[in-house]
């Protein structure tokens, strides 16, 4: 099992930034790729950005350019900076991790990040 706790959300205006935290514990030796994904009400859940354990990370053309995701292996924990934030970035915002062994995949309990002036 793992388990996943995220921290930093909160209220910012637009153009301002965000650190999202999240820190896994437990069978840490099975993920593979950590990622954060967001939810807007009415919306479906869509991928933010993603890290495999090499390096490799991936975003979508909405965030390209204004989000970093990064990885820390020695604390198994993945962050999520988030510069010139739009009002269209307001939702709340998961982690994800996903594993080689059943279940195969994690999520945190969300943190609500709202950008407005």
């Known amino acids: 099992q793992v388990q996943l706790v995220e921290s930093g959300g909160g209220l910012v205006q637009p153009g301002g930034s965000l650190r999202l935290s999240c820190a896994a514990s437990?069978?840490?030796?099975?993920?593979?790729?950590m990622g954060w994904y967001r939810q807007a009400p009415g919306k479906q859940r869509e991928l933010v950005a993603s890290i495999i354990v090499g390096g490799t990370t991936h975003y979508p053309d909405s965030v390209k350019g204004r989000f970093t995701i990064s990885r820390d292996n020695a604390k198994n924990t993945v962050y999520l900076q988030m510069n010139s934030l739009k009002p269209e970035d307001t939702a709340v915002y998961y982690c994800?991790?996903?594993?080689?062994?059943?279940?195969?995949?994690?999520w945190g309990q969300g943190t609500q990040v709202t950008v407005s002036s």
């Open positions: 437990g069978s840490v030796f099975s993920i593979y790729t």
């Open positions: 994800n991790v996903k594993t080689l062994v059943a279940p195969y995949e994690y």
